[in-house]
């Protein structure tokens, strides 16, 4: 996956039509997280800064390519865009591929960036239709993927555009390649001792993850609500925390084949339990052990806690992906908070550390200690994927360094 980056490219006089990830969160039309939008500023920023231009595509949210949408609009993206870069962002139409987009992206001199509207709300987009691709195509001199967090999809700006632009240069952004470098490249071989984190709903999601990354790592700690379908393969009693009964085969052979590969697989031994799933309501209480009946476990214990961090903090390359508990909410958020802490703490002793995307990246900009770990994904699905050794036909496609 050495791929050629766009620093590589001379792009003096010439448009570079980069495909972003500005599916950020919205909340009723204001962007409540910028940080994808930011992410992307230091690859448009190299084109312009050598005298190119830049046409940026992105989707935002689940628009069906039925039209304009406008819970679904761009426009508040391009004006914060405009305010990092410090210039004003052209937002030609609300089509991006009518006439006054096409006009907007081939007029673009040196210097000048512009904006497309939403790519889903063309029906081209998710299935990828060659007319559509060939369009776009045509609007600028090379291509360049800057989109981890869509990277595993094939969507029409992710690969046919990208294949209707063969012979110019198709190469990868600055974040894209960060990705690659920490997702990739540093997991290959991993410095030992090796700690994967896994937390969140359910087991289902994370089984490629765990298979792929059991036999290089030395532990596996297991928190969130997965760990109860793990503990109820153990023959423990789990009150009515949520199990995902027909994954309680595959947490058994997981439990074997760590034993197997000697590697540590590390479970709750205590946790934080209520009455009810909710924030405030319901009886809360600590349990040593086995759950009483009518409890659900929504957060590591105290001793949890203590052992999860000790081996995180002495670890010296650590993934983290799902958090430990209901961390949003504050009685059910020490295990992720501790977790947390001691990423920031293995980082500063010298360790690797990555996050995974999604509420990962969540708790560790709650917690502040996303700029104290070594690399926060901005992919979620994209970076679980990565993390579980799948091939990604949209990165293949781009030329080689």
């Known amino acids: 996956m050495s791929k050629k980056s766009v620093a590589n490219v001379n792009v003096a006089g010439l448009r570079a039509l980069i495909r972003v990830d500005f599916n950020v969160p919205m909340d009723n039309g204001t962007i409540s997280d910028d940080r994808r939008i930011r992410e992307a500023v230091p690859t448009i920023k190299s084109v312009l800064d050598r005298g190119g231009s830049v046409v940026l595509l992105s989707h935002l949210g689940r628009p069906e390519g039925k039209g304009f949408e406008a819970e679904f609009t761009l426009a508040p993206v391009a004006k914060r865009l405009g305010e990092l870069l410090g210039k004003t962002v052209i937002f030609p139409s609300q089509d991006c591929t009518d006439a006054a987009a096409a006009a907007a992206a081939k007029a673009a001199k040196p210097g000048d960036v512009v904006l497309l509207e939403n790519v889903r709300f063309a029906k081209g987009e998710k299935k990828g239709e060659a007319e559509y691709a060939a369009g776009l195509a045509t609007y600028a001199d090379l291509y360049v993927n800057d989109a981890f967090g869509t990277a595993h999809r094939e969507d029409g700006s992710m690969f046919a555009v990208p294949m209707a632009m063969a012979g110019k240069p198709r190469v990868a952004g600055m974040l894209l390649l960060k990705e690659l470098e920490f997702l990739h490249v540093r997991l290959a071989k991993p410095v030992s001792p090796f700690t994967v984190i896994l937390g969140g709903a359910k087991v289902s999601d994370k089984i490629g993850l765990v298979n792929f990354l059991l036999p290089k790592a030395d532990h596996i700690?297991?928190?969130?609500?997965?760990?109860?379908?793990?503990?109820?393969?153990?023959?423990?009693?789990?009150?009515?925390?949520?199990?995902?009964?027909?994954?309680?085969?595959?947490?058994?052979?997981?439990?074997?084949?760590?034993?197997?590969?000697?590697?540590?697989?590390?479970?709750?031994?205590?946790?934080?339990?209520?009455?009810?799933?909710?924030?405030?309501?319901?009886?809360?209480?600590?349990?040593?052990?086995?759950?009483?009946?009518?409890?659900?476990?929504?957060?590591?214990?105290?001793?949890?806690?203590?052992?999860?961090?000790?081996?995180?903090?002495?670890?010296?390359?650590?993934?983290?992906?799902?958090?430990?508990?209901?961390?949003?909410?504050?009685?059910?958020?020490?295990?992720?908070?501790?977790?947390?802490?001691?990423?920031?703490?293995?980082?500063?002793?010298?360790?690797?550390?990555?996050?995974?995307?999604?509420?990962?990246?969540?708790?560790?900009?709650?917690?502040?200690?996303?700029?104290?770990?070594?690399?926060?994904?901005?992919?979620?699905?994209?970076?679980?994927?990565?993390?579980?050794?799948?091939?990604?036909?949209?990165?293949?496609?781009?030329?080689?360094?």
């Open 221 to 401: 700690i297991i928190g969130g609500a997965m760990a109860y379908t793990f503990l109820a393969a153990r023959g423990k009693r789990i009150g009515s925390s949520r199990v995902e009964t027909s994954f309680l085969e595959a947490a058994k052979k997981i439990i074997a084949e760590a034993e197997k590969a000697k590697c540590d697989l590390h479970l709750p031994s205590d946790h934080v339990c209520s009455t009810a799933f909710s924030a405030m309501g319901g009886e809360i209480k600590n349990f040593d052990g086995d759950i009483g009946d009518g409890y659900m476990g929504l957060d590591i214990g105290p001793k949890t806690q203590l052992a999860y961090g000790r081996i995180i903090a002495a670890s010296k390359t650590v993934v983290w992906n799902g958090p430990m508990g209901v961390f949003e909410w504050p009685l059910f958020a020490a295990g992720t908070r501790i977790v947390a802490e001691s990423m920031a703490q293995a980082t500063k002793l010298g360790a690797t550390t990555i996050v995974g995307g999604g509420d990962s990246a969540a708790a560790a900009e709650q917690f502040g200690i996303a700029s104290l770990v070594s690399h926060v994904s901005t992919g979620g699905g994209a970076s679980l994927e990565m993390l579980a050794g799948k091939p990604f036909t949209t990165v293949d496609l781009l030329d080689n360094a």
